[in-house]
């Protein structure tokens, strides 16, 4: 060939789509393809197909495996002659490697595509079963098996057959081969065969004609007795016929294999029998069967066997599989086990998964199969197996709207081609979006994609994932908003009953109420109702996630009728990241956060950017000192209190002031508290519960601190002006003087004074008790703002002892009363607002006491365990579970920290990390210190973090304080959220918190009542 001809053959080459030219031009001087090379209709077929390189080289050795000259000129006179072959035959060669050396094996098989029959473009069952007939033998079945998906695979590469009846062919083709597996295997075994009745029913992809190029066969067996035939005998025939059958179908041969059948869908999985009898399966799925696997029989289908038994199944689970909504937490199963299936992809393949990846096809399933479990009970037409079907039925009902049914419809055939090619190149079992440039031209090719098929691949692939990815909040919500909002009276919309089935299947139990919020906050043409609808959709999700919806769509309606026209709130739930989630959290975790917020519905500009206790953030508003919900210090709230009580008109203004104040962070606490132990979508749950809950004590420590400052400043100034007669200070005791607080803690304090110069103790004395009773009296007037309880029983003498002592007073009574409880109470005391120099000098008179030279005698060891034993039968409240009392139960607060104290009374004089107010440093002082195992102080860890986390639970949720779980069954629930158990795993949270106080209680045995305290003291003495 000259030059000139070489150049010109390269360039048309190249306009065709060879992306090696050279290596093609080679090929086709070879003198068998001359034809091919000479005839212009033949490259341009070529460069039609997916990928012409490959397509040249399969048609090469095709023409290189015919029988002789004579075979190898009828297949080029017909390629020639013949345009659907030529079509068909190139286009199968230009996207599956894997046909190519099929018909490379079996090189007479090209002759399946010749026909061009009505029938034959789209073939049936009747048709595919005609076409394995003659197989008799597992290796005939997978040629016979190939030669008929030759012929699916090239109607769909040519456009002949659009993807929905590509997959319906492919279940069909499934359905035959399974008989003729079915009748190889009776074959083998007649007596078997004769022995039971065995039906095949077909799940997933197969049983609802919507199945893969490579994938799976999910299958059920049923079998029941043959005449004059056990039971038992029955079962074992079928399960071998069964078993035969999957070895046909799923062993590899030099042919391959067809594909493996998985019958893990079955009751009990792979650990349950392989066939049951129908009573049986009947007996399993109305005592055992977990959400998805009714899910699962959406898509069951008789395909095998015996047709009559097949159908009985069917009958059979049918009415379960719509009951199925009806179970508790259905909507939050089905939805946990998608988020499952997401989580176990490797990182590294998430963004290349084209199924279950996010805004995958497994999204668009699960989704339309939830609305058909919900609506399907009573809406017979959407009982469909087939996805694209059923999503129709649901448009048709009104159950999704119309223009989302068309995106949706489109996002998926898109996706469900791009799987397709992506398994047809080599016949593999795949969902992940190849990575190379060739891989990726050719399948963008192969979808029609021509002027720049890498580019548009991409960009399409993004779109249709894009619209996928916003299906949720469509098809579940907006809805809902469309039935209540009636903006557009054309349109088919949800019906007043399916809008409540759907809400009561989310999870609302008051579905009628719920309508009503919906319908006061997004009717309407106004901006507000306009911005509404656009929030809404997300919000009902993330309350239908929550253990009590109802109150999250009523609370956030609440602060919408409080704040409804503020300009910056609607705009910062809309724009500011994470506001919105973080609101609809709070406000369906539990009564205290929304309680404080209705209180002071501007400190939601308080969730604004960010999302828990360890982040600083801003919120682009005025509403609420201070950065998002970021806990602030002692000295910036105190700083805080003490200004506004200064420029308040009276005393009760003044503490009225410290009161607000208080209430705002207690909400920025509890606010941050919920979103760090629930999580959102942009930071997941807090990892550290220790640390989440030393946080938690801090800030309502140091809140706690700070309105006493500022209390303490408004009445000195109403009754003094400038300066007390005495110097005053007051001293954090327990869980106060740990920086411990929790929720609802009252503020366990001493106060103590001491004259200033010139002033007689008496006037001092009245100055100070003047002081606290008027303290007391301030801080729990009602109001909107949650009152603070000033207890001082832990003084000398307690209730009959004066309120307030002078330092002299402390240190004579302390000389010579003081009991040993009182050693061990002084152990938490730490000031706390107030002379701060009295302070330290009141830590100096006690430090003797708490961390006495020597340590304790055994005497007073006795005493101690005396009363706490006393103080734990005479405390705990009648018909208390004690296993499950976060205070005085085994393993509980008090067994903790009575422990971790008498190390303190024993050890604090000789090791200085053990003079500290902190339960969890001081046990950790103590291990370090080698007074404790590092396992046992773990375990007293975690049991003093969980029980602490309980108690800030049970108040978030309820609104009152308490020691025990709730018994209400939502209560309980919200209590297990909030501790990361989700819903209907109320009983694993029970169990897991006796275990763990369990193990924390066999420790206490040791160390408090056992050898471990007396060994400690020997050590120490």
Same mark, same amino acid.
């Given at each position: 060939?000259?030059?000139?001809?070489?150049?010109?053959?390269?360039?048309?080459?190249?306009?065709?789509?060879?992306?090696?030219?050279?290596?093609?031009?080679?090929?086709?001087?070879?003198?068998?393809?001359?034809?091919?090379?000479?005839?212009?209709?033949?490259?341009?077929?070529?460069?039609?197909?997916?990928?012409?390189?490959?397509?040249?080289?399969?048609?090469?050795?095709?023409?290189?495996?015919?029988?002789?000259?004579?075979?190898?000129?009828?297949?080029?006179?017909?390629?020639?002659?013949?345009?659907?072959?030529?079509?068909?035959?190139?286009?199968?060669?230009?996207?599956?490697?894997?046909?190519?050396?099929?018909?490379?094996?079996?090189?007479?098989?090209?002759?399946?595509?010749?026909?061009?029959?009505?029938?034959?473009?789209?073939?049936?069952?009747?048709?595919?079963?005609?076409?394995?007939?003659?197989?008799?033998?597992?290796?005939?079945?997978?040629?016979?098996?190939?030669?008929?998906?030759?012929?699916?695979?090239?109607?769909?590469?040519?456009?002949?057959?659009?993807?929905?009846?590509?997959?319906?062919?492919?279940?069909?083709?499934?359905?035959?081969?399974?008989?003729?597996?079915?009748?190889?295997?009776?074959?083998?075994?007649?007596?078997?065969?004769?022995?039971?009745?065995?039906?095949?029913?077909?799940?997933?992809?197969?049983?609802?004609?919507?199945?893969?190029?490579?994938?799976?066969?999910?299958?059920?067996?049923?079998?029941?007795?043959?005449?004059?035939?056990?039971?038992?005998?029955?079962?074992?025939?079928?399960?071998?016929?069964?078993?035969?059958?999957?070895?046909?179908?799923?062993?590899?041969?030099?042919?391959?294999?067809?594909?493996?059948?998985?019958?893990?869908?079955?009751?009990?999985?792979?650990?349950?029998?392989?066939?049951?009898?129908?009573?049986?399966?009947?007996?399993?799925?109305?005592?055992?069967?977990?959400?998805?696997?009714?899910?699962?029989?959406?898509?069951?289908?008789?395909?095998?066997?015996?047709?009559?038994?097949?159908?009985?199944?069917?009958?059979?689970?049918?009415?379960?599989?719509?009951?199925?909504?009806?179970?508790?937490?259905?909507?939050?199963?089905?939805?946990?086990?998608?988020?499952?299936?997401?989580?176990?992809?490797?990182?590294?393949?998430?963004?290349?998964?084209l199924k279950l990846g996010p805004g995958g096809l497994r999204d668009v399933e699960f989704a339309v199969q939830l609305l058909q479990l919900v609506h399907g009970r009573t809406d017979a037409s959407l009982r469909s197996g087939t996805t694209?079907?059923?999503?129709?039925?649901?448009?048709?009902?009104?159950?999704?709207?119309?223009?989302?049914?068309?995106?949706?419809?489109?996002?998926?055939?898109?996706?469900?081609?791009?799987?397709?090619?992506?398994?047809?190149?080599?016949?593999?079992?795949?969902?992940?979006?190849?990575?190379?440039?060739?891989?990726?031209?050719?399948?963008?090719?192969?979808?029609?994609?021509?002027?720049?098929?890498?580019?548009?691949?991409?960009?399409?692939?993004?779109?249709?994932?894009?619209?996928?990815?916003?299906?949720?909040?469509?098809?579940?919500?907006?809805?809902?908003?469309?039935?209540?909002?009636?903006?557009?009276?054309?349109?088919?919309?949800?019906?007043?009953?399916?809008?409540?089935?759907?809400?009561?299947?989310?999870?609302?139990?008051?579905?009628?109420?719920?309508?009503?919020?919906?319908?006061?906050?997004?009717?309407?043409?106004?901006?507000?109702?306009?911005?509404?609808?656009?929030?809404?959709?997300?919000?009902?999700?993330?309350?239908?996630?929550?253990?009590?919806?109802?109150?999250?769509?009523?609370?956030?309606?609440?602060?919408?009728?409080?704040?409804?026209?503020?300009?910056?709130?609607?705009?910062?739930?809309?724009?500011?990241?994470?506001?919105?989630?973080?609101?609809?959290?709070?406000?369906?975790?539990?009564?205290?956060?929304?309680?404080?917020?209705?209180?002071? *519905?501007?400190?939601? =500009?308080?969730? %604004?950017? #960010?999302?828990?206790? !360890?982040?600083?953030? &801003?919120? /682009?508003?005025? @509403?609420?000192?201070?950065?998002?919900?970021?806990?602030?210090?002692?000295?910036?709230?105190?700083?805080?209190?003490?200004?506004?009580?200064?420029?308040?008109?009276?005393?009760?203004?003044?503490?009225?002031?410290?009161?607000?104040?208080?209430?705002?962070?207690?909400?920025?606490?509890?606010?941050?508290?919920?979103?760090?132990?629930?999580?959102?979508?942009?930071?997941?749950?807090?990892?550290?519960?220790?640390?989440?809950?030393?946080?938690?004590?801090?800030?309502?420590?140091?809140?706690?601190?700070?309105?006493?400052?500022?209390?303490?400043?408004?009445?000195?100034?109403?009754?003094?002006?400038?300066?007390? *007669?005495?110097?005053? =200070?007051?001293? %954090?005791? #327990?869980?106060?003087? !740990?920086?411990?607080? &929790?929720? /609802?803690?009252? @503020?366990?304090?001493?106060?103590?004074?001491?004259?200033?110069?010139?002033?007689?103790?008496?006037?001092?004395?009245?100055?100070?008790?003047?002081?606290?009773?008027?303290?007391?009296?301030?801080?729990?007037?009602?109001?909107?703002?949650?009152?603070?309880?000033?207890?001082?029983?832990?003084?000398?003498?307690?209730?009959?002892?004066?309120?307030?002592?002078?330092?002299?007073?402390?240190?004579?009574?302390?000389?010579?009363?003081?009991?040993?409880?009182?050693?061990?109470?002084?152990?938490?005391?730490?000031?706390?607002?107030?002379?701060?120099?009295?302070?330290?000098?009141?830590?100096?008179?006690?430090?003797?006491?708490?961390?006495?030279?020597?340590?304790?005698?055994?005497?007073?060891?006795?005493?101690?365990?005396?009363?706490?034993?006393?103080?734990?039968?005479?405390?705990?409240?009648?018909?208390?579970?004690?296993?499950?009392?976060?205070?005085?139960?085994?393993?509980?607060?008090?067994?903790?920290?009575?422990?971790?104290?008498?190390?303190?009374?024993?050890?604090?004089?000789?090791?200085?990390?053990?003079?500290?107010?902190?339960?969890?440093?001081?046990?950790?002082?103590?291990?370090?210190?080698?007074?404790?195992?590092?396992?046992?102080?773990?375990?007293?860890?975690?049991?003093?973090?969980?029980?602490?986390?309980?108690?800030?639970?049970?108040?978030?949720?309820?609104?009152?304080?308490?020691?025990?779980?709730?018994?209400?069954?939502?209560?309980?629930?919200?209590?297990?959220?909030?501790?990361?158990?989700?819903?209907?795993?109320?009983?694993?949270?029970?169990?897991?918190?006796?275990?763990?106080?369990?193990?924390?209680?066999?420790?206490?045995?040791?160390?408090?009542?056992?050898?471990?305290?007396?060994?400690?003291?020997?050590?120490?003495?």
């Open positions: 060939m000259t030059p000139g001809r070489r150049s010109s053959t390269f360039t048309r080459l190249l306009r065709h789509g060879f992306t090696d030219p050279s290596a093609a031009e080679r090929l086709l001087d070879c003198p068998e393809l001359i034809p091919v090379r000479d005839d212009p209709v033949l490259l341009e077929a070529l460069g039609g197909t997916a990928d012409p390189d490959l397509a040249l080289h399969g048609l090469v050795r095709l023409l290189e495996a015919q029988d002789g000259p004579t075979a190898h000129r009828e297949l080029l006179d017909t390629l020639i002659a013949a345009k659907p072959l030529r079509d068909r035959l190139l286009g199968v060669l230009g996207a599956s490697t894997a046909l190519a050396d099929h018909l490379a094996r079996h090189p007479g098989d090209w002759q399946a595509l010749v026909t061009y029959e009505p029938h034959d473009l789209h073939p049936g069952l009747t048709e595919f079963e005609r076409g394995l007939e003659a197989a008799t033998d597992p290796v005939s079945l997978r040629i016979a098996y190939r030669r008929c998906l030759l012929s699916i695979a090239a109607r769909d590469v040519c456009g002949t057959t659009e993807m929905a009846d590509t997959a319906a062919e492919l279940a069909d083709l499934a359905t035959a081969t399974l008989r003729a597996a079915l009748t190889i295997a009776e074959a083998a075994a007649p007596e078997d065969a004769a022995a039971c009745r065995l039906a095949v029913i077909a799940m997933g992809k197969c049983g609802g004609h919507e199945l893969n190029y490579v994938s799976d066969v999910d299958v059920i067996f049923v079998a029941e007795s043959a005449e004059d035939t056990s039971e038992a005998k029955a079962l074992r025939s079928a399960t071998r016929l069964a078993s035969h059958l999957m070895r046909i179908c799923s062993e590899s041969t030099v042919e391959g294999s067809i594909w493996p059948v998985d019958a893990n869908l079955r009751p009990e999985g792979r650990n349950g029998p392989l066939v049951r009898t129908l009573s049986s399966h009947l007996a399993y799925y109305q005592r055992w069967a977990k959400t998805w696997e009714f899910q699962a029989l959406l898509k069951a289908r008789p395909v095998a066997g015996d047709t009559d038994l097949g159908r009985a199944y069917i009958d059979a689970l049918e009415p379960l599989v719509w009951q199925a909504a009806e179970r508790d937490n259905f909507v939050t199963d089905v939805q946990k086990m998608r988020r499952r299936v997401v989580e176990n992809i490797p990182a590294a393949e998430v963004e290349r998964e694209l079907d059923a999503l129709q039925a649901l448009a048709a009902g009104g159950y999704v709207g119309r223009e989302d049914t068309a995106r949706l419809d489109e996002a998926y055939r898109f996706l469900r081609s791009m799987e397709h090619r992506i398994q047809l190149y080599r016949l593999r079992r795949t969902h992940l979006v190849p990575e190379a440039e060739s891989d990726l031209r050719r399948l963008g090719r192969s979808l029609g994609l021509r002027t720049d098929p890498v580019a548009e691949l991409h960009r399409e692939w993004k779109r249709h994932t894009g619209v996928v990815r916003r299906l949720h909040e469509k098809l579940f919500y907006r809805p809902l908003l469309d039935a209540v909002a009636q903006l557009a009276p054309g349109e088919t919309r949800l019906s007043p009953e399916a809008a409540r089935e759907r809400l009561v299947a989310l999870g609302y139990a008051d579905p009628a109420a719920a309508l009503r919020h919906l319908e006061a906050l997004a009717s309407g043409v106004t901006r507000k109702a306009a911005i509404q609808r656009t929030l809404l959709p997300v919000l009902l999700g993330w309350f239908a996630e929550s253990a009590d919806p109802d109150a999250g769509l009523l609370n956030f309606r609440k602060v919408s009728d409080a704040l409804g026209k503020t300009p910056w709130y609607l705009r910062l739930l809309r724009d500011e990241g994470a506001a919105a989630e973080n609101l609809a959290r709070v406000l369906s975790a539990g009564r205290l956060a929304p309680d404080l917020l209705m209180r002071a *519905p501007e400190a939601v =500009a308080l969730l %604004g950017d #960010g999302t828990g206790m !360890g982040a600083g953030m &801003g919120t /682009g508003t005025s @509403a609420g000192s201070g950065r998002g919900l970021a806990p602030r210090d002692r000295a910036h709230l105190e700083q805080e209190v003490l200004a506004a009580a200064g420029r308040a008109e009276n005393v009760e203004q003044g503490v009225a002031a410290a009161r607000g104040v208080r209430r705002r962070e207690l909400f920025r606490t509890a606010a941050a508290d919920i979103v760090s132990s629930y999580g959102t979508e942009t930071s997941p749950a807090e990892a550290d519960q220790g640390a989440l809950v030393d946080r938690v004590g801090a800030a309502v420590s140091d809140l706690t601190a700070a309105t006493l400052a500022g209390t303490l400043r408004a009445v000195v100034r109403d009754g003094w002006g400038d300066t007390l *007669p005495t110097r005053f =200070a007051i001293i %954090g005791m #327990g869980r106060f003087g !740990g920086h411990e607080l &929790g929720y /609802g803690s009252d @503020a366990d304090v001493l106060f103590v004074h001491e004259p200033r110069d010139g002033v007689p103790e008496q006037e001092a004395a009245t100055a100070a008790g003047k002081v606290v009773t008027e303290m007391r009296r301030l801080l729990q007037l009602p109001s909107s703002d949650p009152p603070l309880l000033i207890d001082a029983d832990l003084r000398p003498e307690g209730k009959s002892g004066p309120l307030a002592r002078t330092l002299k007073s402390y240190e004579a009574y302390y000389r010579r009363w003081s009991l040993v409880w009182e050693s061990q109470a002084l152990l938490r005391a730490e000031p706390v607002a107030g002379d701060e120099d009295l302070g330290r000098r009141f830590t100096a008179l006690i430090d003797p006491l708490r961390y006495p030279l020597h340590g304790l005698g055994e005497d007073a060891v006795r005493e101690i365990r005396r009363l706490k034993a006393r103080m734990e039968s005479e405390r705990l409240p009648r018909g208390a579970d004690p296993k499950l009392h976060t205070k005085l139960g085994p393993g509980g607060l008090s067994d903790v920290e009575w422990t971790v104290q008498l190390l303190q009374l024993r050890h604090g004089w000789h090791l200085p990390g053990l003079r500290t107010t902190r339960t969890r440093e001081a046990l950790s002082a103590a291990c370090e210190a080698g007074l404790l195992s590092v396992e046992d102080t773990e375990t007293l860890d975690e049991a003093w973090v969980l029980a602490t986390r309980v108690r800030n639970a049970v108040m978030l949720v309820r609104g009152r304080a308490g020691d025990t779980f709730p018994t209400e069954p939502r209560e309980l629930a919200a209590v297990g959220r909030y501790l990361g158990y989700g819903a209907g795993h109320a009983g694993d949270m029970l169990d897991a918190y006796r275990r763990t106080t369990r193990r924390a209680r066999a420790v206490v045995d040791e160390l408090f009542y056992g050898d471990g305290v007396r060994a400690g003291a020997g050590s120490g003495g």
